[in-house]
């Protein structure tokens, strides 16, 4: 898969990322790395803990990567989720961390498949 038809895929903004990194092999590089990021790991471990302070900054984390890769879609998602958390007070957040979970999937199955 290019990294044109990955960002298709995954529903980003393939001209926003390659205009800030110059190339596709550039582009490459910097999606690759994303599945070696440990924020989606420490989010779920805060939310298996209850730990709500925790969670926020990891999905706030989630967020910032995901704008900064133009990985539209998750970034999305990542917002609604990062704004449930902010002023938490026990409203329910498991529709939202399930959409943030499945389009994170999408982002992580899509890498495998690039050239």
């Not at 990985?71 to 990062?82: A, G």
């Not at 498991?94 to 994170?104: F, N, P, Q």
């Amino acid at each position: 898969m290019t990294v044109k038809e990955f960002y298709e895929q995954i529903k980003g903004s393939y001209d926003e990322f390659l205009g800030r990194v110059g190339t596709e092999d550039r582009a490459r590089k910097y999606i690759r790395m994303f599945t070696m990021d440990p924020t989606f790991s420490e989010l779920n471990a805060a939310i298996d803990a209850n730990d709500i302070p925790t969670a926020f900054r990891a999905i706030h984390t989630l967020k910032g990567l995901s704008a900064n890769l133009a990985l539209t879609d998750l970034y999305n998602s990542s917002v609604v989720l990062t704004e449930i958390f902010r002023n938490y007070s026990g409203q329910e957040y498991a529709a939202a961390l399930a959409d943030v979970r499945e389009k994170y999937n999408s982002v992580v199955n899509a890498i495998a498949l690039l050239d």
